[in-house]
């Protein structure tokens, strides 16, 4: 008895200390160790379209650490990095880049960033580091090479954003020609054979031709015509350029029934760098494309003598702004050349509208810091909801920057006025849409080509935005005096979805010829 006793009383010991020590003997948790190692191109574009397919949107705010450094060294190194006083919030001020405390803010941050990129290379300087100059917006342009940059960057309050510039998925960069420029919407804008008169075109009394989707019926354009034609309004056509040898975007510009108006023809898009030294010849202004020559002549086109297309404001005034090569906003250069494009046509007071139909999948903070720029500055901003390429069809709703809620993002239908075309992006960001697909043959609206007088033909998300840039140059011109609100007051209020926004087409189709208050003939 006394032994099996002694025997319990030990074992219920034994028992307790095996309890007592039972969580020290547990392992200890260890962290994981983040990656020393960049993500593939494969496993950044899957991790991009996974988060597209799920939202809509990529912002790269929202990624980690790890992935914005391994977008760094898939692409060209080259880091956006919005800055700001220490505890500010709210919108930024209009002379941001020139304020005392903000410009300490720049020279405390790029001091950070120096300093984390000399302790992995000691000879850098600041000025090795800018890949671009800024002297409006609060941002820095530099080349980063280092994770522990980033994580700096993401520590301080004096950083609003730090974001990659030149990495979008499904960059072409490995295999650039022709056959990617192309799915880039370039290198189609040549004469298009066997158009019909009467049925893709109307033969003016001049001579000129009206695509067939100027006819009454879609936007009460030729109607319109006989109040306003677009005088008095300066258009800007953020795009690929403008090409040298279309006259009619040149010397004549003014012909027929256009008249003393302007055209300019500017560059925005910096030469290419590597690692932030330029080479290379400075760019031109000249379209090298083709889409940025068709989205001009969409919008303002002269109605001529010489039997071209003529655009929807024929009396209008245009700056092409060549900002980027095409329509796909992937590298560096084009974010910055955007930008810059946007600054120009914001700081411009006799610009009021804006058109841009180019974009990307994945955010730009830069980018919306310059719309929101031009946007204070009373301008009224189109910008394409969106055209599939073969590899993105499907894939999101409305693109980047049209999604912005400074831009009025528009897309395009087909003449039965109720599908969107073959190839164009819808969604609850859309809020205007021109008809641009005949269905009976498959034709697009006819504009201007690269040369010549023979027209030729653009679709897509893209013809729509210039053409409602052009559209609503005539509603402005006929009420010079009103503002960005009450001519887009105009707009909806004449548009076929007035009473009911569509969560695809918002509020739809304008009858300019209503938004003018003409009456039919």
């Known amino acids: 008895m006394r032994t099996s006793t002694l025997s319990g009383a030990v074992l219920a010991a034994l028992l307790l200390a095996a309890c007592q020590r039972q969580p020290d003997e547990q392992p200890t948790p260890q962290l994981e160790a983040e990656p020393t190692e960049a993500l593939t191109t494969q496993q950044l574009d899957d991790q991009i379209m996974a988060r597209l397919r799920e939202t809509g949107k990529f912002d790269w705010n929202q990624a980690s650490a790890h992935t914005v450094w391994s977008a760094l060294r898939r692409s060209d190194y080259v880091l956006s990095v919005g800055y700001r006083p220490a505890r500010f919030s709210g919108q930024l001020p209009a002379d941001a880049a020139g304020n005392p405390a903000w410009q300490q803010a720049r020279a405390q941050v790029l001091a950070l960033i120096l300093a984390e990129e000399q302790k992995t290379h000691p000879g850098l300087t600041a000025a090795d580091l800018v890949a671009y100059d800024e002297s409006i917006l609060p941002v820095l342009d530099v080349t980063v090479r280092e994770l522990s940059t980033i994580k700096a960057l993401r520590a301080s309050g004096l950083v609003r954003y730090a974001e990659p510039m030149g990495y979008e998925p499904n960059r072409p960069e490995a295999n650039r020609g022709e056959s990617v420029l192309s799915s880039s919407g ?7 054979a066997g158009l ?3 049925s893709d075109y109307t033969v003016l009394s001049n001579g000129s031709k009206s695509s067939w989707n100027q006819a009454d019926q879609y936007h009460g354009v030729r109607t319109a015509w006989n109040q306003s034609t677009g005088r008095g309004v300066k258009v800007v056509i953020i795009d690929s350029g403008c090409s040298d040898a279309q006259e009619n975007l040149g010397s004549a510009f003014n012909q027929g029934l256009s008249s003393g108006r302007t055209i ?10 590597i690692f932030g030294i330029p080479y290379g010849d400075a760019e031109t202004p000249n379209d090298g494309c083709g889409h940025g020559t068709s989205m001009a002549g969409a919008c303002a ?6 039997g071209a297309a003529v655009g929807m404001a024929y009396n209008a005034s245009l700056i092409t702004v060549r900002a980027a090569e095409d329509v796909f906003l992937d590298a560096s250069r084009e974010v910055k050349g955007v930008s810059d494009a946007f600054i120009l046509a914001g700081n411009r007071a006799d610009v009021r509208i804006i058109s841009m139909s180019m974009g990307r999948l994945t955010s730009s903070s830069q ?5 929101r720029y031009a946007y204070d500055r009373g301008k009224l901003i189109f910008c394409a909801a969106g055209t599939s390429f073969d590899w993105s069809a499907g894939l999101v709703g409305v693109i980047y920057p049209a999604s912005l809620p400074e831009a009025v993002a528009v897309t395009g239908v087909k003449d039965n006025l109720t599908t969107r075309c073959d190839e164009c992006h819808v969604g609850s960001d859309v809020e205007f849409t021109v008809v641009m697909q005949r269905t009976s043959v498959d034709r697009r609206p006819l504009t201007l080509a690269m040369s010549g007088d023979a027209p030729s033909t653009v679709g897509g998300s893209s013809v729509a935005t210039s053409s409602m840039a052009g559209l609503t140059a005539l509603v402005w011109a006929r009420y010079p005096t009103e503002t960005r609100a009450q001519i887009m007051s105009r707009l909806v209020a004449a548009s076929s979805n007035r009473s009911a926004r569509s969560s695809s087409f918002g509020w739809g189709r304008v009858n300019v010829a209503t938004a003018i208050g003409a009456q039919p003939l």
């Open 196 to 198: 019909v008169a009467g």
């Open 301 to 306: 086109a002269p109605r001529g003598t010489d």
């Open 367 to 371: 980018m919306a810091d310059a719309i």
């Open 264 to 273: 300019e023809r500017l560059v925005t898009m910096p030469r290419n760098t």
């Open 186 to 192: 370039c290198g189609s804008n040549t004469a298009t």
